[in-house]
């Protein structure tokens, strides 16, 4: 146990200005150290370990602020209280130092639900299929997330707060409701695996807002796209076939191939093998994000007229003032012929047609469509394309749009 010194008044404590360490009293250990600089600060000198009687004694000098901002009676008070830390067989400093440590890493971990959206967006875009998937993302987030979910730390959010953000939308908008909460689950997931948050996911469906929510299938309109009748396809190409500019013959090359708008409108030269009568879609301008193949037959190979000078990268069927066509070109060309149809219907034409009109295999009409094998199974057993299959499907397609 330290000897106590000399109790010193306040007064004293003021007029001591030369360098050193002078012990003041009441508190053993305490004391006013006079730096060269003329500086004054509190230093309490205790021993770890002395209560227990072991040789594992360490010596501390801990700081308690500087003189006279920290006055003699706090001195006194934090000195007593640190004294009494040191008999209950804690170390102060060790103390200090976790509680430091700890409010480093705190401060590491702490990111905001937007800041971590942000982050996660610029790590995958890259990886997504085009700039407006990644504008999707943070369109969705601005507007539904962010209000609740914005300033929250990862680490805090919760199931309430994910349905604050869901609940508003989820039956009025459901098919954005659903976007938005896999979205959510997917930064929360990436959080977690950063160490930004532990924990289950508060944004998964199985097992978690599946009893919360309904099911969106049960309370979402399906929504069709409108299509023609298969008894009305050949009358109404041979009035397709008549029409002038792009928006025409882009058209007519889409119902052909049973292709969806995009991947026509976005065609380059470069796609078409004219010997092979083959057009290879790449994988990044495909809805499944996996490469195509598409037989040619004549007909549609009659609609590629490459002008003198065109590059493998042009498009094929461009706008008058260059760039793609518009989705609307093509919708434009059905409201002038005043077709109840959208372009998108063709496919739903063309695939009542094989199931309705003949024998070809259903997987081959939904290859030919390349739709996803939704069976996990059937999908991993599939090696091929059925190519050859194909073409003699589309040559029957197109010789019934000539009829």
């Known amino acids: 146990m330290p000897r106590v010194a000399r109790e010193m008044k306040a007064m004293e404590v003021s007029r001591l200005t030369a360098p050193g360490m002078h ?33 594992a004694q360490r010596r501390r000098e801990i700081g308690l602020g500087g003189y006279p901002e920290v006055t003699l009676a706090m001195a006194h008070e934090k000195a007593r209280g640190l004294r009494d830390q040191v008999k209950a067989g804690r170390d ?11 409010l480093r890493a705190a401060a590491v971990t702490a990111v ?18 085009n700039a407006k998937h990644a504008d999707q993302w943070r369109n969705t987030l601005k507007k539904y997330a962010y ?14 707060h994910v349905l604050r953000v869901l609940e ?27 160490g ?28 069709h796209h409108t299509a023609l009748p298969v008894a009305d396809v050949p009358a109404f190409m041979t009035q397709l076939r008549a029409q002038d500019g792009q928006g025409a013959r882009a058209l007519e090359f889409a119902i052909l191939t049973a292709a969806r ?12 093998d004219s010997e092979e009568k083959v057009w290879t879609i790449p994988g990044e301008r495909m809805k499944a994000g996996k490469e195509h193949r598409v037989p040619l037959t004549p007909a549609a190979l009659k609609l590629l007229h490459r002008p003198e000078g065109a590059k493998g990268g042009d498009l094929i069927f461009a706008a008058t003032r260059g760039g793609a066509l518009s989705d609307m070109t093509l919708t434009a060309v059905l409201r002038r012929m005043k077709v109840p149809a959208v372009p ?22 939904e290859m030919a469509l390349a739709h996803v094998v939704e069976n996990k199974v059937e999908a991993a057993y599939r090696r091929g394309d059925l190519f050859n299959k194909r073409r003699a499907l589309m040559n029957d397609w197109s010789k019934f749009c000539k009829a």
């Open 147 to 160: 209000p609740f979910l914005g300033k929250l730390m990862v680490s805090d959010i919760e199931m309430s």
């Open 112 to 129: 905001t639900f937007e800041s971590a959206a942000l982050t996660y967006i610029t790590a995958h875009e890259k990886g997504w299929r």
């Open 92 to 102: 102060p400093v060790v103390e200090q130092r976790a509680a430091r440590s700890a």
């Open 261 to 272: 708008s995009g991947e026509v409108r976005g065609a380059t030269w470069a796609e078409i």
């Open 168 to 194: 508003p939308i989820w039956h009025e908008k459901t098919e954005t409701a659903v976007r938005v909460r896999g979205r959510i689950e997917s930064i929360l997931d990436w959080a977690k695996g950063r």
């Open 344 to 365: 998108h219907g063709f496919r739903s034409s063309f695939r009542d047609w094989a199931a309705e009109r003949t024998s070809h295999p259903s997987e081959v009409a």
């Open 196 to 223: 930004y948050r532990s924990g289950d996911n508060p944004a998964a469906w199985e097992g978690n807002l599946q009893a919360q929510l309904p099911a969106p299938k049960a309370i979402a309109k399906v929504e």
């Open 23 to 55: 012990a003041v009293g009441t508190v053993p250990g305490l004391h006013l150290q006079v730096l060269p600089s003329g500086g004054r600060t509190w230093v309490l000198r205790v021993t770890i370990g002395e209560q227990a009687g072991t040789g």
